[in-house]
């Protein structure tokens, strides 16, 4: 479990984008890009990781609601992150903060 974790595996959940307010797949080229190059391996629609990002495209939140999973997460529905509004602008820089913090909590 230790070496799952220094590995830093985050996987991208999306949910199937019937009724997107924002831009799913944008959002997560950004998001994998800003974590990919701080050394984070990203994979999507996956369970085989430490993290998961339900990206969904509106506050029905199919990308979790469907999940059996109970993996660490951070839930964006539309432009709210973890039940919090966000400006959409923001919601990238949100995400990252929010994976970064949970791997510097198990490093510490």
């Not at 479990?1 to 996987?11: D, P, T």
């Not at 999306?14 to 997107?20: R, V």
């Not at 799913?24 to 085989?48: C, H, M, P, Q, W």
Request: glycine share 6%; with cysteine; aromatic share 8%.
């Amino acid at each position: 479990m230790l070496e799952a974790m220094q590995s830093k595996r985050v996987s991208i959940n999306f949910c199937g984008g019937c009724n997107p307010h924002i831009d799913r797949g944008k959002v997560a080229r950004d998001v994998k890009e800003l974590l990919t190059s701080a050394g984070y391996l990203i994979s999507f629609n996956s369970y085989d990781v430490d993290f998961v990002i339900y990206l969904s495209g509106c506050t029905s939140n199919c990308a979790q609601k469907y999940s059996l999973c109970d993996l660490p997460c951070v839930v964006i529905t539309a432009s709210m992150i973890n039940t919090l509004n966000v400006e959409e602008r923001g919601i990238v820089a949100e995400i990252v903060k929010r994976v970064r913090s949970y791997y510097e909590e198990l490093e510490s």
